[in-house]
């Protein structure tokens, strides 16, 4: 009996042994992985601003990514009737170094009708996109001018930030503007922002990433 007893436990004690050798010591974390997104952000409108009043609808906000890429930059695909009408690039990428990484950065997006405010070379029936991008210590600003017929705010636009999860290998949605929308709930995805307002004009403005 004694002898049994001393082989449970003896056989108890080497299960236990092996167990802790297959365990090992703590295992360091994995690296970041590159591409996953941390955070997107949103900026809440400012109290008294006159945008609304000039017909000027914007996403201000910011991201996050768990690695740094070798560059980044900003696109905007346009959506007209729930099919991608044009996209646009951001002719310039901002590289990421050791002192600057592009890890994390902000943007500002405004639609402007040119028809309400007519800027400097402005043509008729016509949105400006003027865009801001800062990353570290680089600054990029630019505009785009894009016709009513590839997209048309109208007198109700909608806009949305998206979350991490909606990201994919080496992009990431960070806004969306809904023209002429009825009616409007956030969407997961820009797919599900199309497919859900199939009749209004799409704007997705995406974070590239290399």
Same mark, same amino acid.
């Given at each position: 009996?004694?002898?049994?007893?001393?082989?449970?436990?003896c056989?108890?004690?080497?299960?236990a042994?092996?167990a802790?050798?297959?365990?090992?010591?703590?295992?360091?974390?994995d690296?970041?992985k590159?591409?996953?997104?941390?955070?997107?952000?949103?900026q809440?409108?400012?109290?008294?601003?006159?945008?609304?009043?000039?017909?000027?609808?914007?996403?201000?906000?910011?991201?996050e990514?768990?690695?740094?890429?070798?560059?980044?930059?900003?696109?905007?695909?346009?959506?007209h009737?729930?099919?991608?009408?044009?996209?646009?690039?951001?002719?310039?990428?901002?590289?990421?170094?050791?002192?600057?990484?592009?890890?994390?950065?902000?943007?500002?997006?405004?639609?402007?009708?040119?028809?309400?405010?007519?800027l400097?070379?402005?043509?008729?029936?016509q949105?400006?996109?003027?865009?801001?991008?800062?990353?570290?210590?680089?600054?990029?600003?630019?505009?785009?001018?894009? +016709?009513k017929?590839?997209?048309? *705010?109208?007198?109700?636009?909608?806009?949305? #930030? @998206? !979350? &991490?999860? %909606?990201?994919? +290998?080496?992009?990431a949605?960070? *806004?969306?503007?809904?023209?002429?929308?009825? #009616? @409007? !709930? &956030?969407? %997961?995805?820009?797919e599900?922002?199309?497919?859900?307002?199939?009749?209004?004009?799409?704007?997705?403005?995406?974070?590239?990433?290399?």
């Amino acid at each position: 009996m004694q002898s049994r007893l001393l082989l449970t436990l003896c056989g108890l004690a080497a299960m236990a042994i092996t167990a802790a050798l297959g365990r090992g010591p703590a295992a360091a974390q994995d690296p970041p992985k590159f591409g996953s997104v941390k955070s997107i952000t949103r900026q809440p409108d400012e109290f008294g601003d006159l945008a609304q009043a000039l017909r000027i609808h914007k996403a201000v906000g910011g991201y996050e990514l768990a690695a740094p890429p070798s560059r980044v930059r900003l696109r905007f695909d346009f959506y007209h009737q729930a099919g991608k009408v044009r996209s646009v690039a951001q002719p310039i990428w901002i590289q990421s170094t050791a002192d600057a990484p592009a890890t994390s950065g902000r943007y500002a997006v405004h639609v402007i009708d040119l028809d309400f405010l007519p800027l400097g070379g402005a043509k008729p029936g016509q949105y400006r996109i003027h865009y801001q991008f800062a990353v570290a210590a680089a600054r990029v600003a630019n505009s785009v001018d894009v +016709p009513k017929a590839v997209f048309n *705010a109208g007198r109700n636009m909608a806009t949305q #930030s @998206f !979350r &991490p999860g %909606a990201a994919k +290998p080496g992009e990431a949605p960070l *806004a969306a503007f809904v023209g002429n929308a009825t #009616s @409007f !709930r &956030p969407f %997961a995805s820009p797919e599900e922002v199309v497919q859900g307002n199939p009749t209004s004009d799409v704007l997705v403005v995406v974070l590239e990433y290399q």
